[in-house]
C-alpha cells in the first residue's frame, strides 16, 4: 500500500481503459495514444455543440470549458479536477491523450453522441461505455481485456489465475478473459451477460464481497 492507504504507483496496474499499463517496479511497459486527428474533432464538436469534454493525459484531465457534469468527475469518480484549456489548440499542445469522455444526459449519449460518434471515429478509434450518461473514446484495438492480458503475459500469469470484477459494457472484455468474471447486480444487462456470477451491487459493496467470497 502507498500513502494514506492508496495502492501504490509503483505496483503493477492497468490504467485507463488499458491504455497505460505499469509492470513490476512500477515501469511503464505500454502506452497508447488517441488519433490527434479525433482529438481535434472531438473537441470543435464540444465547442459547437456545448458537449461538455474531458481529455485524460496521463494523471492530468483537461477540458474546453467549465461545467458542473465535468466537476462531477473529480467529485464523485475522485479523477484529478480538470484544467480548462484556453483553446483546442491550447488543448492538443499540452499533452498526449489517451482517451477522451463526453458528458451528457444518458438519453443524448444514446440517441445523439453514440451514434454519431461510432459512424465518426470509423477505424480510427473505439467508442465505449462504462455508464450511462457517459460516451468514452479510446485508441482502435484497445480495452480493459486487452491490457490485463498484456499484463499478465509481463508477469508470466495465466489468466486462469485472475478474477475479474467489473459494471460497465467497457469491462466485458476483462470478464471474459478471467477464469472467474463477476459482474455488479448494478452493471450493464450486458456485462452481466457475460459474467460467470452476477454479484451484490456497487452500494452493497459488490466488490468487497466479491473478493470475500471467491479470493479468500
Wanted: charged share 25%; proline share 4%.
Amino acid at each position: 500500500m502507498g500513502k494514506d492507504g492508496i495502492v501504490s504507483e509503483f505496483s503493477p496496474g492497468v490504467f485507463l481503459q488499458g491504455l497505460l499499463i505499469y509492470g513490476r517496479q512500477g515501469r511503464e511497459i505500454f502506452r497508447r495514444n488517441l488519433d490527434p486527428n479525433v482529438c481535434s474533432e472531438a473537441c470543435l464538436f464540444s465547442l459547437e455543440h456545448n458537449v461538455p469534454l474531458v481529455a485524460f493525459s496521463n494523471d492530468r484531465c483537461l477540458t474546453l470549458f467549465d461545467h458542473p457534469l465535468v466537476d462531477s468527475l473529480h467529485a464523485i469518480y475522485k479523477e484529478p479536477k480538470a484544467e480548462v484549456m484556453t483553446s483546442v489548440e491550447h488543448l492538443l499542445a499540452a499533452a498526449d491523450i489517451q482517451k477522451l469522455i463526453f458528458i451528457d444526459t444518458a438519453d443524448r449519449v444514446a440517441d445523439v453522441l453514440r451514434p454519431y460518434w461510432s459512424e465518426a471515429t470509423g477505424d480510427h478509434a473505439n467508442v465505449v461505455q462504462a455508464v450511462p450518461d457517459m460516451l468514452e473514446i479510446v485508441p482502435l484495438g484497445t480495452s480493459k481485456g486487452s491490457g490485463v492480458k498484456l499484463l499478465l503475459d509481463h508477469l508470466g500469469v495465466t489468466s486462469k489465475e485472475i478474477m475479474a470484477i467489473g459494471d460497465g459494457e467497457n469491462d466485458m472484455e476483462m470478464l471474459e478473459l478471467a477464469s472467474l468474471g463477476i459482474a455488479l447486480s448494478n452493471g450493464s444487462e450486458k456485462t452481466k451477460a457475460v459474467a460467470d456470477v452476477v454479484g451484490a451491487s456497487n452500494d452493497e459493496d459488490g466488490v468487497a464481497d466479491a473478493i470475500y467470497r471467491y479470493a479468500f
